[in-house]
RNA sequence: GCCGGGGUGGGGUAGGUGGUUAUCCUACGGGACUGUGGAUCCCGCGACUCGGGUUCGAAUCUCGGCCCCGGCCCCA
């Protein structure tokens, strides 16, 4: 029988689970605050929800199977997607902005490596409706402060828009599929192809020239200057130049600035329309981007009424990644504070009793399951890591008595029993 | 899909020019030891990724598969 896991996927063990879960758990709480709401959606839907968005093409990088009804369906190779479905399914008359977050599993087919599995997980919010660059900030805003609340350090937040790019190739009369080529070859970063691809094209060399430089442009918003001088005349790039210079303004109002600006974030994806950002964690190599989002119009290409979206989506496992090499201390949980220790056999009865009560108050409790004797369980409930034992002996119980031991200090207490919780709780 | 490096008890490791019973730490079980024994000591359990080849003999050499690690492609 086979015994091993599929490839790139991954048990997740105590230790592990407890760091993810306050991750988790910490991700939550922000987003909360931000009066985001959580929403799930299946893990597997209909195949063509991510052909008709992607293409056919995706079909080899997803795992997709049909169904004993013959129905095709796919596993979600992500979750922007599953949740314009929802919104067209169920909210598109909702007061907006409807602001949600998820948190769940995806799967790709791909070959795993540094920082990428078959199965990963995504922690992202998507506000839909309600787009304004207070909207844009504000969501900016909280990406960032999720990742101070984690503490992580070193990350980089580059911010862009997708409208300068394509308000040029607009104003060429260059074609959509054209204009999505040539994204392509910005996100790649490799100017070499890029400029054998302009070379062919008939795009003017005065527009070539600009591109160049555009793509070039990263720093602080002083940058936005020397952009709008090289736009001079390029109406619908500089309405996209101007959104982006709201967008830095508001984000100041947010106390936000730490980033970057980077004209050159293209993002493969052709269903962002607007403000994009990514965030880097250069420590981790080659799969240093840990977050990925913008402004989007996803309904729309499902047939839906127009609506502006924005979101974005914490690749969970990089951000832990990210933060166990960063050796963060992530208030873990033990996973009792309290073993309940009955020294010989006949307090075995009055142990369970004793565990009982403090579980039902609350206090997370181990007891002695295995009649193992006193050393065996002091030295378990050391390697548990529990603060306090409870001895439960008889000589004790006879006087209505409990000894406590600290496992920090070594140090003993007879208590009566009617105090324990008090004791325990102090 | 491509390139490179790997895989030894539950976890972490030594060995690698072929040659007795495969090293050590830890964890686990038992005992010394039936109310303080979280210590110490003793005993025990437990592994060469899988399959083929070379060989009298393979953890070691060789070929292939699987999986892991790093990189490329891709990355919604």
Same mark, same amino acid.
């Given at each position: 029988m086979?015994?091993?896991?599929?490839?790139?996927?991954?048990?997740?063990?105590? /230790?592990?689970?407890?760091?993810?879960k306050v991750v988790a758990s910490t991700l939550k709480r922000i987003f909360e605050n931000y009066a985001y709401q959580e929403i799930k959606t299946p893990i597997f839907e209909n195949l063509s929800?991510?052909?008709q968005k992607s293409g056919d093409e995706i079909v080899d990088q997803l795992y997709n199977f049909e169904d004993k009804g013959e129905r095709k369906l796919a596993l979600r190779p992500e979750l922007t997607a599953p949740v314009a479905r929802l919104y067209m399914a169920q909210m598109q008359k909702s007061p907006k902005p409807i602001k949600m977050y998820y948190y769940g599993s995806c799967f790709r087919y791909e070959r795993p490596q540094?920082?990428?599995?078959?199965?990963?997980w995504q922690f992202g919010c998507e506000m839909i409706g309600g787009k304004s660059p207070e909207a844009d900030a504000e969501i900016i805003a909280m990406a960032s402060h999720s990742?101070?609340?984690?503490?992580l350090d070193g990350f980089e937040i580059h911010l862009g828009h997708l409208g300068i790019l394509r308000g040029i190739l607009d104003e060429e009369n260059i074609p959509g599929k054209t204009q999505d080529h040539i994204m392509g070859l910005i996100d790649k970063g490799d100017p070499k192809l890029l400029q054998e691809f302009l070379d062919e094209s008939e795009i003017e060399p005065d527009t070539q020239k600009i591109l160049y430089k555009i793509i070039e442009m990263k720093g602080?918003?002083?940058?936005?200057?020397?952009?709008?001088?090289?736009?001079?005349?390029r109406n619908k790039a500089l309405e996209a130049l101007f959104e982006l210079k709201e967008l830095v303004e508001t984000l100041a109002m947010f106390q936000m600035d730490d980033y970057v600006l980077n004209l050159g974030i293209a993002r493969g994806l052709d269903?962002?329309?607007?403000?994009?950002?990514?965030?880097?964690?250069?420590?981790?190599?080659?799969?240093?981007q840990i977050c990925g989002g913008g402004t989007y119009n996803l309904v729309e290409t499902f047939g839906g009424e127009k609506v502006e979206s924005t979101g974005f989506a914490f690749g969970f496992d990089r951000l832990m990644a990210a933060l166990i090499s960063q050796k963060k201390d992530l208030n873990l949980k033990v996973a009792a504070e309290v073993f309940v220790a009955p020294i010989s056999?006949?307090?075995r009865g009055a142990a369970f009793e004793i565990a009982q009560k403090l579980r039902y108050h609350g206090?997370?409790? /181990?007891?002695?399951?295995?009649?193992?004797?006193?050393?065996?369980?002091?030295?378990?409930?050391?390697n548990l890591g529990v603060k306090k034992v409870v001895l439960v002996g008889e000589r004790d119980l006879e006087e209505g008595k409990l000894t406590i031991k600290d496992m920090q200090t070594g140090s003993q207490e007879l208590v009566n029993e009617k105090e324990l919780l008090e004791y325990i709780k102090s």
């Amino acid at each position: 029988m086979e015994l091993s896991r599929p490839r790139g996927t991954r048990d997740f063990l105590f /230790e592990e689970m407890k760091q993810r879960k306050v991750v988790a758990s910490t991700l939550k709480r922000i987003f909360e605050n931000y009066a985001y709401q959580e929403i799930k959606t299946p893990i597997f839907e209909n195949l063509s929800l991510f052909t008709q968005k992607s293409g056919d093409e995706i079909v080899d990088q997803l795992y997709n199977f049909e169904d004993k009804g013959e129905r095709k369906l796919a596993l979600r190779p992500e979750l922007t997607a599953p949740v314009a479905r929802l919104y067209m399914a169920q909210m598109q008359k909702s007061p907006k902005p409807i602001k949600m977050y998820y948190y769940g599993s995806c799967f790709r087919y791909e070959r795993p490596q540094a920082g990428r599995f078959r199965q990963f997980w995504q922690f992202g919010c998507e506000m839909i409706g309600g787009k304004s660059p207070e909207a844009d900030a504000e969501i900016i805003a909280m990406a960032s402060h999720s990742l101070k609340e984690l503490e992580l350090d070193g990350f980089e937040i580059h911010l862009g828009h997708l409208g300068i790019l394509r308000g040029i190739l607009d104003e060429e009369n260059i074609p959509g599929k054209t204009q999505d080529h040539i994204m392509g070859l910005i996100d790649k970063g490799d100017p070499k192809l890029l400029q054998e691809f302009l070379d062919e094209s008939e795009i003017e060399p005065d527009t070539q020239k600009i591109l160049y430089k555009i793509i070039e442009m990263k720093g602080t918003s002083k940058v936005l200057d020397e952009v709008k001088e090289l736009l001079k005349g390029r109406n619908k790039a500089l309405e996209a130049l101007f959104e982006l210079k709201e967008l830095v303004e508001t984000l100041a109002m947010f106390q936000m600035d730490d980033y970057v600006l980077n004209l050159g974030i293209a993002r493969g994806l052709d269903y962002y329309s607007g403000m994009v950002f990514e965030i880097y964690v250069p420590s981790l190599g080659a799969q240093k981007q840990i977050c990925g989002g913008g402004t989007y119009n996803l309904v729309e290409t499902f047939g839906g009424e127009k609506v502006e979206s924005t979101g974005f989506a914490f690749g969970f496992d990089r951000l832990m990644a990210a933060l166990i090499s960063q050796k963060k201390d992530l208030n873990l949980k033990v996973a009792a504070e309290v073993f309940v220790a009955p020294i010989s056999p006949k307090t075995r009865g009055a142990a369970f009793e004793i565990a009982q009560k403090l579980r039902y108050h609350g206090i997370a409790t /181990e007891v002695d399951l295995g009649r193992r004797k006193l050393k065996k369980l002091l030295s378990y409930a050391d390697n548990l890591g529990v603060k306090k034992v409870v001895l439960v002996g008889e000589r004790d119980l006879e006087e209505g008595k409990l000894t406590i031991k600290d496992m920090q200090t070594g140090s003993q207490e007879l208590v009566n029993e009617k105090e324990l919780l008090e004791y325990i709780k102090s």
